[in-house]
């Protein structure tokens, strides 16, 4: 049996038509149904929802053999496991779904360019301690960072923190509520990652499953 993670929503949405291409039909509809654990059409494939930022820990700890996780997800998740000494996931595809980028938005009164140039200590809020931590370390700007799990855009306007570091696509969200983006700290999509022990002992068919999310995507671009 082969087990895929993948998480309700933007990701699962947008796996779908990927899955699809590869000959795999997902057998519930996870908006209807309370299972965690749906069925395919293929006997040896099963779909287990987790929370987007489960997904690298449940493939790493072998829950499930693979999944799909966002680039900000996995990269959040290998800063923190470095320190606990986790085991490196195997990400053999970048699956160019989910696309967003993850930025730096302040209120449009803050003058970002001015605190940093003064070398003023900003109070970061974010669902994304270890990127923001790096990102600014790297500037050399002075940080406090504190850890929100939610509504970021918040934060500037309760007076909670000077800027946010999230994810932003279209701006939306944040034109909706007076914030402006003021650096782009990276592009994000999401990607296939593999536990790398299943990958020894079920090589041919993770291999074969590999190929055909790679000739989907290829076929997409
Ligand atoms: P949870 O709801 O469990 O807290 P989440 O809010 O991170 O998780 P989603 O909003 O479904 O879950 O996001 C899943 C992934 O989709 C993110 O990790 C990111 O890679 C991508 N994503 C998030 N927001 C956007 C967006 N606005 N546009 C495109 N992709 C996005
Ligand atoms: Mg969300």
Redesign the pocket.
């Known amino acids: 049996m082969i087990t895929l993670a993948l ?5 699962f949405d947008d796996s779908l038509p990927l899955l699809r291409a590869a000959g795999i039909e997902v057998r519930d509809d996870p908006e209807r149904s309370r299972k965690l654990i749906l069925a395919t059409n293929r006997s040896d494939l099963r779909v287990v929802l987790v ?4 997904v690298p820990t449940y493939v790493e700890h072998g829950g499930a053999d693979l999944g799909v ?5 996995l990269l959040e998740h290998a800063q923190a496991s470095d320190a606990v000494g986790g085991i490196p996931l195997y990400r053999p595809l970048d699956l160019a779904i ?3 980028r993850m930025s730096v938005a302040v209120r449009a009164d803050f003058d970002y360019a001015r605190a940093v140039r003064q070398g003023s200590r900003i109070r970061v809020a974010t ?1 994304y301690t270890q990127l923001a931590r790096r990102h600014f370390a790297a500037k050399g700007v002075h940080v406090d960072l504190i850890k929100l ?2 509504s970021m855009e918040l934060a500037p306007l309760t007076g909670l923190a000077d800027a946010i570091v999230d ?4 701006g939306s ?1 944040l034109a909706a509520n007076q914030l402006v983006e003021v650096e782009r700290i990276m592009d ?3 990607r296939l990652v593999v536990n790398p022990a299943a990958l020894k002992l079920k090589r041919e068919p993770l291999r074969a499953l590999i190929d055909a999310f790679e000739a989907a995507v290829e076929a997409r671009r």
Do not use: F, H, P, Q
């Not at 998480?7 to 990701?11: E, F, T």
């Not at 996780?69 to 997800?73: E, K, N, P, R, T």
């Open positions: 998480s309700k929503g933007r990701i929370r987007a930022s489960d996780a966002g680039l900000d997800v989910a696309r967003c669902k799990y939610g994810l932003v696509s279209s969200t994000i999509s999401s």
